[in-house]
């Protein structure tokens, strides 16, 4: 915590910004200092008192230079926050100090006509940019299903794939980020312009080490995605036509399998009742035949729910990922989750943690590629029996040959494969030499300090 004489020389420089707002009403400090860290009943224990001191949305890069110089001369924890969608915590401030909206940032910098990529300011919502792109006869490759919400600043920070990722992987994968413009927290803070290479290091970094500003992403040709919906009455059947349609000739954007139970539970929007295993795809034009004929052969059920209406809310894309604990926790919040990359083959894991658990875990899953390669993962739903019963869980997926991405934990490392990354913590020695952003989320910077 900064001291209260601090906070009111800080207070008294952050006025004499221009294209600066500041919010220090207690409702507002609240309102920005959350996510949705609710959905791991672990996360709400630690992280439910932290509480901002002040808040600044900065309407300008030059406003964004100014709050990063005054937090460095008070030493002051800078927190950065985009839409707030987060499910880790990843913009909650664990020592008060600022949190900086970046909403305000929302420029659309250039589309480049040739190679289709974009330039964008880090506020933008996913949205927007998508909107802009169709314009275009382009799309975004890669979306988190809060995608009408989320900034992108945020998705490459704390995100790490969604819809896409059936054929685009994961925001990591080299291709995606193509460069960034950043803003260092130094005594005098720089604005610094990285290429791919040096963006690495701040991509899925929860904003430790460095303020984006601006990026310039990779997209993809616009396609008209169908939504369909295939039913089987069957689970290893709905698994193994899923595994087929994920490793097809077809161009799709989204391929996701919940048990019956999770479809007992979604919105009418998702289908006809059916009492069965439902798969929810997207797919272009030209593969909905193939999939009725697949699902024809597997005698599964077979429905076109027609294009997509991007402008509804109320699409395939909003039962996926993590839309899909969303509902289940709208109808009974004892629910929480997991991720992991499935092992391969994919049934021993599900047969044996269902035999353990019955009806109290529930199976979720998701094409993707994974290191090029066509894989499964989960975002199982599991209803809480105890951080104890947790954690076992944990132990037994890994030791079943999955592996997890652990969302019930703060850490950069913690939530991805568990490894320190040296490229992380030398940008933030680079350009956060005295560790103001964001402090305590990345591990390895952690223990350089004790
Ligand atoms: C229902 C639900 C579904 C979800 N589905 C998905 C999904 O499919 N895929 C997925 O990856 N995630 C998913 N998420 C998580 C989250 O919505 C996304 O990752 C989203 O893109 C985060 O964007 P945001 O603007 O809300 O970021 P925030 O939550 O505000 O911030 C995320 C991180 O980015 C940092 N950050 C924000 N802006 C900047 C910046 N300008 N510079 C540096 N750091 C910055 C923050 O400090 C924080 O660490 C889901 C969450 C919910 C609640």
Request: net charge neutral.
């Amino acid at each position: 915590m900064t001291n209260k004489k601090q906070i009111e020389l800080l207070l008294s420089d952050l006025t004499s910004i221009s294209d600066l707002e500041i919010y220090q009403k207690i409702s507002d400090l609240k309102r920005f200092s959350k996510d949705f860290f609710e959905y791991s009943p672990i996360l709400i224990n630690e992280l439910k008192d932290c509480l901002a001191e002040i808040v600044v949305r900065p309407l300008s890069v030059d406003a964004i230079i100014f709050v990063a110089q005054i937090c460095n001369k008070y030493s002051t924890p800078l927190t950065l926050r985009g839409s707030g969608t987060g499910n880790y915590g990843q913009c909650v401030p664990l020592n008060g100090g600022v949190v900086m909206v970046m909403s305000g940032l929302k420029k659309i910098r250039n589309f480049d006509s040739k190679s289709g990529e974009i330039t964008v300011e880090s506020g933008c919502l996913l949205r927007d940019i998508n909107d802009e792109l169709i314009k275009h006869g382009r799309q975004l490759r890669l979306l988190p299903s809060t995608w009408r919400s989320a900034s992108i600043g945020g998705f490459i920070a704390g995100g790490s794939g969604g819809i896409g990722s059936v054929r685009w992987g994961f925001l990591r994968d080299p291709g995606h980020l193509q460069s960034l413009e950043i803003i260092t927290t130094e005594a005098s803070p720089r604005k610094l312009e990285l290429n791919a290479n040096n963006s690495e290091a701040l991509n899925h970094a929860y904003g430790t080490n460095g303020i984006i500003t601006a990026l310039k992403l990779t997209t993809a040709p616009y396609v008209n995605w169908h939504q369909i919906v295939v039913d089987c009455a069957d689970w290893n059947q709905a698994v193994d036509l899923l595994a087929k349609f994920n490793c097809a000739a077809l161009d799709l954007y989204l391929g996701t399998l919940l048990e019956k139970e999770i479809v007992n539970c979604l919105p009418d929007w998702s289908g006809k009742p059916s009492g069965k295993h439902r798969i929810l795809l997207l797919v272009s034009p030209d593969g909905v035949s193939t999939i009725a004929r697949l699902a024809k052969s597997a005698e599964a059920d077979f429905d076109d729910l027609g294009p997509e209406n991007l402008r509804a809310g109320t699409g395939l894309r909003e039962l996926s990922w993590n839309h899909t604990t969303l509902h289940m926790r709208g109808i009974d919040p004892s629910w929480t989750y997991l991720q992991m990359l499935l092992p391969q083959p994919e049934y021993e894991i599900m047969r044996k943690l269902k035999s353990e658990w019955g009806s109290d875990l529930l199976w979720h899953l998701e094409c993707v590629r994974q290191n090029g390669v066509q894989r499964l993962a989960s975002l199982p739903l599991v209803k809480w029996r105890g951080e104890k019963a947790m954690n076992h869980l944990m132990s037994q997926c890994k030791e079943l040959g999955a592996v997890i991405f652990n969302p019930h934990t703060i850490t950069v490392e913690d939530g991805g494969l568990g490894v320190i990354d040296s490229d992380q913590v030398q940008a933030k020695s680079n350009f956060d030499p005295k560790g103001i952003l964001n402090p305590g989320k990345l591990k390895g910077w952690n223990l350089k300090e004790d």
